[in-house]
């Protein structure tokens, strides 16, 4: 009776073990998902950037940790929207504001929507490097070709142990 009372705790400790090994990976794959995901939504979305008047920039606001840029609203033609990406507070967030006319520039911006959290956990301070046509770093809105998207992420459950999501995202080249 004691060498079975042995075997099944040592069994009860294995299995539980394993139990809660697998629910860490569960949700470590989980979060490594949404973070992909968030990289992926800003990297669709600034590809997306231009404008149809070109007095205006393709880029509002261009930083190490936040970039608003113009697009064309695909839900409702005739319309631009504009969107900011920003790292504060160890997440990405979003907005938008959408223009309120129609038929064209000159472009009429209404308000941003409040940010909203598209993936937590960030480690990294800094998130987006402007690149020209030749690969250098720019500091110039109108000489940005691409954008490097680059973020660090901590596990939840293990913050010691991190993940960096990249994406180089080339603007159109027609505006």
């Not at 393709?58 to 033609?77: G, H, V």
């Not at 999501?165 to 027609?174: K, M, N, P, Q």
Request: overall charge neutral; hydrophobic content about 40%.
């Amino acid at each position: 009776m004691f060498v079975l009372g042995i075997l099944f705790a040592i069994f009860a400790t294995v299995f539980g073990s394993a139990i809660r090994h697998d629910t860490q990976i569960e949700g470590q794959t989980l979060f490594q998902s949404e973070a992909r995901g968030a990289v992926d939504r800003l990297a669709r979305d600034f590809r997306q950037a231009s404008n149809t008047d070109a007095s205006v920039s393709r880029i509002a606001t261009m930083t190490s940790t936040q970039l608003t840029f113009y697009s064309p609203d695909a839900a409702t033609p005739f319309h631009l929207r504009e969107l900011s990406y920003r790292v504060a507070g160890g997440e990405l967030d979003r907005q938008i504001a959408f223009s309120t006319n129609t038929g064209g520039p000159p472009w009429t911006m209404g308000s941003f929507s409040p940010w909203s959290k598209e993936v937590g956990n960030v480690a990294s301070t800094t998130a987006f490097t402007y690149l020209d046509a030749n690969g250098a770093v720019t500091a110039v809105p109108a000489s940005v070709a691409s954008v490097v998207v680059s973020l660090t992420l901590a596990t939840v459950l293990s913050p010691t142990r991190q993940f960096t999501y990249s994406a180089t995202v080339t603007l159109r080249t027609s505006q």
